[in-house]
């Protein structure tokens, strides 16, 4: 059999002609070793073979493989491939196509949010956060900076130029600003003294005695100053309105157990940081009938025994007396047989008394308190007694040093005394 040449010219077609389809091709079938000449039209080959070409396509489209078992084609728009999951928007139409970011609520970008997946996905944020790695180093998104981690941030971060002159003007406009931790630390003053190019430093209140603020008084308006308090105080403003001082309170500073004993006292108390005191008296009991009184020291533990000069006004059911203490003490209950404080443990003196002007060194002595007790070993409206109690002390204003608690003539056998320091 004669083969086709490469090239075959139809002789009988004019120059121009479009081709239909329906054409006539001579082709050779082989069957059974048998070949025969048949005449197949050139629509047939390509539907069989090629699979037929897509018409009506729109300018700018692209030729798809429609079939997985032929080259049957299909036109498409571009942005028909791009993918949703790829994190890709596309706009315009075929002719212009604009592919960008995939639009999102929020400011975003395109990254790989965890270590366990390659498909990139939106990383939304809000204002002023950043793109950073989580602490755990799994996921990358927008947060804040850990100022507290060096893996974060360390240096200075300028809120203009890091210079000498801009370091003295910490509080100024144009001073550095945002000082951030870095390797070293080094602690500098800053009134009246120069600091190096590039310093690095930290600010912090002045030590004081005791627990301290800063505030700005009405009198030292243009700086502020240490305040300092003890225990138990509270800041308020003084009396005049003029400025804040540590103030007020009562703070607990001794307990005194007295067992058997003629006098107990307290010589560690009176240190100047308390203008008054209140003594508080539990279930305190003479070893035998007797009136209870104190005694106050301004030099040490030398108590004094004169110019005191005290009253004690009794109250027995409705029956009142009044007994005017001895020079040589504070009298806090009754001194007669029917006044006095009875040994029973379980009708002790109790009460309190507040004594003033204790730390003051020009002011003279003045206590006032209450109490209750019993005068007998038994209980009965004539023997339970309340009694107002008060006096001076009209000798020296010297601050008090030490004060002692003790009966008239008897031990004082049992008993709680506490001594609280009040502003």
Same mark, same amino acid.
């Given at each position: 059999?004669?083969?086709?040449?490469?090239?075959?010219?139809?002789?009988?077609?004019?120059?121009?002609?479009?081709?239909?389809?329906?054409?006539?091709?001579?082709?050779?079938?082989?069957?059974?070793?048998?070949?025969?000449?048949?005449?197949?039209?050139?629509?047939?080959?390509?539907?069989?073979?090629?699979?037929?070409?897509?018409?009506?396509?729109?300018?700018?489209?692209?030729?798809?493989?429609?079939?997985?078992?032929?080259?049957?084609?299909?036109?498409?728009?571009?942005?028909?491939?791009?993918?949703?999951?790829?994190?890709?928007?596309?706009?315009?139409?075929?002719?212009?196509?604009?592919?960008?970011?995939? $639009?999102?609520?929020?400011?975003?970008?395109?990254?790989?949010?965890?270590?366990?997946?390659?498909?990139?996905?939106?990383?939304?944020?809000?204002?002023?956060?950043?793109?950073?790695?989580?602490?755990?180093?799994?996921?990358?998104?927008?947060?804040?900076?850990?100022?507290?981690?060096?893996?974060?941030?360390?240096?200075?971060?300028?809120?203009?130029?890091?210079?000498?002159?801009?370091?003295?003007?910490?509080?100024?406009?144009?001073?550095?600003?945002?000082?951030?931790?870095?390797?070293?630390?080094?602690?500098?003053?800053?009134?009246?003294?120069?600091?190096?190019?590039?310093?690095?430093?930290?600010?912090?209140?002045?030590?004081?005695?005791?627990?301290?603020?800063?505030?700005?008084?009405?009198?030292?308006?243009?700086?502020?100053?240490?305040?300092?308090?003890?225990?138990?105080?509270?800041?308020?403003?003084?009396?005049?309105?003029?400025?804040?001082?540590?103030?007020?309170? /009562?703070?607990?500073?001794?307990?005194?157990?007295?067992?058997?004993?003629?006098?107990?006292?307290?010589?560690?108390?009176?240190?100047?940081?308390?203008?008054?005191? /209140?003594?508080?008296?539990?279930?305190?009991?003479?070893?035998?009938?007797?009136?209870?009184?104190?005694?106050?020291?301004?030099?040490?533990?030398?108590?004094?025994?004169?110019?005191?000069?005290?009253?004690?006004?009794?109250?027995?059911?409705?029956?009142?007396?009044?007994?005017?203490?001895?020079?040589?003490?504070?009298?806090?209950?009754?001194?007669?047989?029917?006044?006095?404080?009875?040994?029973?443990?379980?009708?002790?003196?109790?009460?309190?008394?507040?004594?003033?002007?204790?730390? $003051?060194?020009?002011?003279?002595?003045?206590?006032?308190?209450?109490?209750?007790?019993?005068?007998?070993?038994?209980?009965?409206?004539?023997?339970?007694?309340?009694?107002?109690?008060?006096?001076?002390?009209?000798?020296?204003?010297?601050?008090?040093?030490?004060?002692?608690?003790?009966?008239?003539?008897?031990?004082?056998?049992?008993?709680?005394?506490?001594?609280?320091?009040?502003?």
């Amino acid at each position: 059999m004669t083969q086709l040449p490469a090239v075959v010219t139809f002789q009988d077609l004019p120059t121009g002609t479009t081709l239909s389809g329906q054409e006539l091709l001579a082709a050779v079938q082989t069957s059974g070793g048998v070949a025969n000449t048949i005449q197949v039209p050139i629509s047939s080959l390509m539907t069989t073979g090629l699979g037929a070409l897509p018409t009506a396509g729109n300018t700018g489209q692209i030729l798809q493989k429609a079939s997985a078992t032929n080259f049957s084609a299909q036109w498409a728009n571009i942005n028909t491939v791009v993918l949703s999951g790829s994190g890709l928007a596309t706009s315009g139409n075929a002719t212009t196509l604009t592919v960008g970011l995939a $639009s999102v609520a929020g400011l975003s970008v395109i990254g790989v949010a965890a270590t366990g997946s390659a498909v990139p996905a939106a990383i939304t944020g809000t204002g002023a956060q950043v793109v950073r790695v989580n602490d755990a180093g799994t996921v990358l998104g927008f947060g804040a900076v850990n100022l507290g981690s060096s893996a974060a941030v360390t240096g200075v971060l300028p809120g203009a130029n890091v210079t000498a002159a801009n370091l003295a003007l910490l509080n100024a406009a144009g001073g550095v600003q945002g000082f951030l931790p870095g390797t070293a630390i080094v602690s500098a003053s800053i009134a009246g003294t120069a600091i190096a190019t590039g310093t690095i430093f930290t600010t912090q209140l002045q030590t004081a005695a005791g627990l301290s603020v800063l505030a700005v008084n009405s009198t030292n308006a243009s700086n502020f100053s240490v305040i300092s308090g003890t225990a138990g105080q509270v800041l308020a403003v003084n009396p005049g309105g003029t400025g804040v001082a540590f103030r007020g309170g /009562m703070v607990l500073l001794n307990t005194l157990l007295p067992n058997n004993v003629a006098t107990v006292g307290d010589t560690t108390s009176f240190s100047g940081a308390f203008s008054n005191y /209140m003594f508080v008296f539990e279930n305190v009991v003479p070893a035998t009938t007797d009136m209870f009184s104190f005694q106050i020291a301004t030099s040490g533990s030398t108590f004094i025994s004169a110019n005191y000069s005290s009253f004690v006004s009794v109250l027995s059911g409705s029956v009142a007396t009044s007994t005017e203490g001895a020079s040589q003490r504070f009298n806090l209950s009754g001194n007669t047989a029917t006044t006095q404080v009875a040994t029973t443990t379980s009708y002790g003196f109790s009460g309190q008394v507040v004594l003033y002007n204790a730390g $003051s060194s020009a002011a003279k002595k003045i206590v006032r308190g209450q109490a209750a007790w019993i005068s007998a070993t038994t209980l009965s409206s004539a023997s339970l007694l309340k009694g107002d109690n008060w006096g001076i002390y009209d000798g020296a204003t010297s601050s008090i040093s030490a004060v002692q608690f003790l009966f008239a003539a008897a031990n004082i056998a049992t008993g709680i005394i506490k001594i609280y320091g009040m502003a």
